[in-house]
């Protein structure tokens, strides 16, 4: 008796008549590889897919199509770049105009060793409205006094409690990445000069 290789049917295909009654078509021995049976292995995804990944793997990993991330300079990405050195924020208390209509002021001065968490806020002890007339200092929007509801609280709102969310300082340095922002105000004018 000729030996009989069971493989699970494929998508649409039929068990040959009698032949491998357990789920699968059976292949004889005999079977050339011009056989249809044999043949589908040539079509099947997973070797053609294992095949294509295999190529993708090897392309990504040539350094001649690997990308420099501009945040990262000349290091690799399985080496630890050099840090670039360190910039001290703007500390000459002056207010910058706003790019936008309701962007969150920055920040005029350093907040080195601020603390800022749940149990107590630093920048509230210059410009909580209570101790504005003592420092001088601008004092904290009245959107800050209010909840998610629209309704006014006598303390500052929980969720404009952690000011660096929306105010950051300013440094003196060239930007990491470039970027071809526009002011509204500029955008106008644009305008306006085309017209």
């Not at 080496?79 to 790019?99: F, I, L, Q, T, W």
Request: net charge positive; glycine share 6%.
């Amino acid at each position: 008796m000729t030996p009989h290789f069971f493989a699970p049917l494929l998508r649409g295909e039929a068990t040959p008549d009698g032949i491998g009654g357990s789920g699968g078509f059976c292949f004889r021995e005999n079977q050339t590889p011009r056989s249809p049976h044999l043949s589908m292995r040539a079509h099947d995804p997973l070797h053609r897919g294992s095949a294509w990944c295999l190529v993708i793997a090897l392309l990504i990993s040539c350094d001649a199509f690997a990308q420099q991330d501009p945040l990262r300079g000349p290091a690799r990405v399985d080496e630890v770049g050099k840090a670039a050195p360190m910039v001290n924020a703007e500390n000459n208390d002056k207010k910058r105009v706003r790019s936008y209509a309701m962007q969150p002021p920055t920040i005029p001065h350093k907040t080195d060793n601020y603390q800022v968490d749940r149990f107590a806020n630093k920048c509230m002890s210059c410009h909580a409205r209570t101790r504005v007339g003592e420092t001088q200092a601008t004092p904290i929007s009245i959107t800050h006094y209010t909840d998610r509801d629209g309704n006014f609280l006598a303390d500052v709102s929980p969720r404009r409690y952690f000011c660096e969310q929306c105010h950051v300082v300013q440094m003196q340095t060239e930007p990491l990445v470039k970027n071809r922002f526009q002011d509204v105000d500029s955008i106008i004018k644009k305008q306006q000069k085309k017209k």
